[in-house]
């Protein structure tokens, strides 16, 4: 079983800054793709900013230059530096992992193609 757990999630001011941080646990051998998704109310849930076992990165136009994602694979772990926040940065924010190989309780390696965070809130205050 894979989990994935998020963290730095709060309130903060307009121009301030928080990082979120989100680790995948199990019998992991491989993580593909990691990233952060966001969801605020009333609104679709959209893609903040990933990034491969390779390095690749996307991100989100309207946090180009704000946020900064960064992974450690030994650690299966991605981070989210988000500096200069905004009202409209206010929303809950998912923890996203695809294609992880991974040991079954039963000792078998198993593909799981997708696996989300339980999501953490970001308030920013204007």
């Known amino acids: 079983q894979v989990q994935l757990v998020e963290s730095g999630g709060g309130l903060v001011q307009a121009g301030g800054s928080l990082r979120l941080s989100c680790v995948a646990s199990g019998s992991i051998f491989s993580v593909n793709a990691m990233g952060w998704y966001r969801q605020a109310p009333g609104k679709q849930r959209e893609l903040v900013a990933a990034?491969?076992?390779?390095?690749?990165?996307n991100y989100a136009d309207s946090v180009k230059g704000r946020f900064t994602i960064s992974r450690d694979n030994d650690k299966n772990t991605v981070n989210l530096q988000m500096n200069s926040l905004n009202s409209e940065d206010t929303a809950v924010y998912y923890c996203?992992?695809?294609?992880?190989?991974?040991?079954?309780?039963?000792?078998?390696?198993?593909?799981?193609?997708?696996?989300w965070g339980q999501g953490t809130l970001v308030t920013v205050s204007s």
């Open positions: 996203n992992a695809k294609n992880i190989i991974a040991k079954k309780t039963n000792g078998i390696p198993y593909r799981y193609l997708e696996v």
């Open positions: 990034i491969t076992s390779s390095g690749n990165i």
